[in-house]
Nanobody, 115 residues
Framework: QVQLVESGGGLVQAGGSLRLSCAAS????????MGWFRQAPGKERELVAV???????NYADSVKGRFTISRDNAKNIVYLQMNSLKPEDTAVYYC?????????WGQGTQVTVSS
C-alpha cells in the first residue's frame, strides 16, 4: 500500500505562486509514475503534470511554461511549483502514484486563485 499526503495549497492572487508537495509513505519502492491532477467544481478531474523515471515529464497544455513538476526520490516527495497562477487554475489538486499496475490517490489540497 502507498499513502499520499498533499500540502501547500491555499489562496493566492492571480500572478502569484504556490508550491505543492506530495509525500509518499508505505511501500514506496517501484513507484513508477507520480503526478498531479486537478478537479474544478462541476468539471472532471484532469491531468496537470506527471513525472516518470522512464519518460521524464509531461504537462497539460494549459500549464506548460508556468508549472514545474519535480521529484525527490530519496524522500519520496513530488513537488508542483506553480507560477503565474490564473483564476482558472482554481481547483482541488490531487497527487497520484502508480506502483506496478495500481493507482493511489491523495486526499487533495485546495488551490484558490483570486482575480
Amino acid at each position: 500500500q502507498v499513502q499520499l499526503v498533499e500540502s501547500g495549497g491555499g489562496l493566492v492572487q492571480a500572478g502569484g505562486s504556490l508550491r505543492l508537495s506530495c509525500a509518499a509513505s508505505g511501500i514506496t519502492f517501484n513507484i513508477n509514475v507520480m503526478g498531479w491532477f486537478r478537479q474544478a467544481p462541476g468539471k472532471e478531474r484532469e491531468l496537470v503534470a506527471v513525472i516518470s523515471s522512464t519518460v521524464g515529464t509531461n504537462y497539460a497544455d494549459s500549464v506548460k511554461g508556468r508549472f514545474t513538476i519535480s521529484r525527490d526520490n530519496a524522500k519520496n516527495i513530488v513537488y508542483l511549483q506553480m507560477n503565474s497562477l490564473k483564476p482558472e487554475d482554481t481547483a482541488v489538486y490531487y497527487c497520484k502514484a502508480v506502483r506496478r499496475i495500481r493507482n493511489y490517490w491523495g486526499q487533495g489540497t485546495q488551490v484558490t486563485v483570486s482575480s
